[in-house]
């Protein structure tokens, strides 16, 4: 069953939850924070931001292909504005489809001439939307790490007292995750394990172990005991093992 000391490390890893989701939040706030710094690091990007850009039509005098962006062909455009009576010209480059020579296209223009193809609210509101969807994306992966493994503790200081199954012999085989292969009557079977606590920090785990299950009703999930000479690890597994 579970050792004292072994409860003792389980709680002790289980109080830094509080500290584990604030570098979870602080890490969504730089997250979020990215997107605005690269808009702001942009020449005129904080003007734009703030609305110092003025709306123009302006008219396309010639279209150049660039290079390749994003798997497509970038164009270099040069274009020809009016704005408070002053003509302007300037190049501006684009990412696949190109307007047409000629044609007529809404620019927003800075004060030293630097050109915006979207307007603020438009570039505000893809900055705010893609800091969202960055922020959720470490929240979404901190849960699925985080979440399971303090399950998996829980789980185990729970029943770990309890008294331990009969040991069966166990094969485990490390890759990106840990497998098991269960040697009982019922023949054998492959599942795969996560560990929870290894005594032998370093060791490598696999190779032959004794599993004694933990017993657990009709729970999905349960723990269970590997020994190996001295060595202990406990794991969390599938609660078909019986």
Known sequence: MLHSHE???LRRRESRNPVRWLLVTLGSLVAALIPVLIAVSTSGGVDHLLGRTEP?????ERVDVSGKCKHRTEHRI?????LDGHPGR???RRCGDPPAEGSAVELWIGDDGHIEQESPTATRNGIGGLSLVMAALVWVLSVAILVPAGRRRRRLLATGSLPLAQAVPV???VSRRVRMTVHDPAGRRHVVIEPV????RGRHLAGSWWLYPVPNGNDRRRSGLLVRGHERCWVDMPGTIR
Request: net charge negative; aromatic share 8%.
């Open 171 to 173: 094969e485990l085989h």
């Open 7 to 9: 409860a003792a490390e």
């Open 78 to 82: 040069t274009a020809a504005w009016h």
């Open 197 to 200: 606590l290894h005594s032998g």
């Open 56 to 60: 123009v039509t302006a008219t396309v």
């Open 90 to 92: 300037g190049e501006y």
